[in-house]
């Protein structure tokens, strides 16, 4: 069975520091993508990047890197530089390759302090 | 990049009432679009797939008579909530695959907050 876990409900961080949120995940099938989602109060979703599990390198994009360990199942969010405008929920999510079902983690909120 | 809306952004309805919300994509074709709810402070649960020209697949335990899912065009799809009541209060957010764009890649809407009263 998937699943998705972010064993972190919340998180403090002060700014321009950086912080990671931690994401663990289960699946038997092979292939498989990895994605971070920021909702910030307004509600919408942001897609923040993208892993799939057989990049061999851990994808960035901006601040954001994505730190990906196979063989732990864990696909941990570093933001670089954290900015007030950081605080928000993040989601870690799975979706198999070809296939439409995102399963998404509980969340962890981020408190960026200034 | 590419746009989801959804209408409305937030509705309140007596309870007993049928309340529509409308996912469009608006600058490409999604012959899938997902309908996902969440409840304060939680995460996203799928409710529903939603195919152009076909039924909806539902999630277990999601009421297909409670929850109609209509996808008539390539970039619109509907959710009506029939004899709402209080329990359905919630967020409902739509996303879309764009079925040129990567295979990974699902765009949300910004969401629709209801309130049943």
């Known amino acids: 069975a998937q699943k998705i876990t972010q064993t972190q409900p919340g998180m403090f961080v002060q700014e321009k520091e950086a912080v990671t949120l931690d994401c663990t995940y289960d699946t038997s099938d092979p292939s498989y993508g990895l994605f971070w989602y920021k909702q910030p109060s307004s509600g919408e979703m942001i897609f923040l990047i993208y892993q799939g599990s057989y990049d061999q390198q851990n994808a960035t994009e901006g601040r954001y890197s994505l730190n990906f360990q196979k063989a732990r199942k864990s696909a941990n969010l570093v933001i670089s530089a954290s900015q007030l405008g950081d605080s928000a929920m993040y989601f870690c999510?799975?979706?198999?390759?070809?296939?439409?079902?995102?399963?998404f983690g509980a969340g962890t909120r981020l408190f960026v302090k200034a | 990049g590419a746009v989801v809306s959804q209408h409305p952004s937030w509705v309140i309805c007596k309870s007993g009432t049928s309340v529509k919300i409308e996912c469009r994509s608006l600058d490409f074709q999604a012959t899938t679009m997902f309908w996902y709810r969440q409840f304060p402070k939680q995460s996203l649960m799928l409710m529903a797939t939603s195919n152009e020209g076909s039924k909806a697949t539902y999630e277990q335990g999601v009421e297909k008579d409670k929850f109609l899912i209509n996808h008539a065009s390539l970039t619109l799809s509907t959710l009506t909530v029939t004899s709402a009541h209080p329990e359905d209060s919630s967020f409902y957010i739509c996303?879309?695959?764009?079925?040129?764009?990567?295979?990974?890649?699902?765009?949300f809407g910004p969401g629709t907050r209801l309130t049943v009263t």
């Open positions: 996303s879309a695959r764009d079925q040129q764009g990567p295979s990974y890649e699902q765009y």
């Open positions: 999510a799975m979706r198999h390759t070809g296939g439409f079902k995102t399963i």
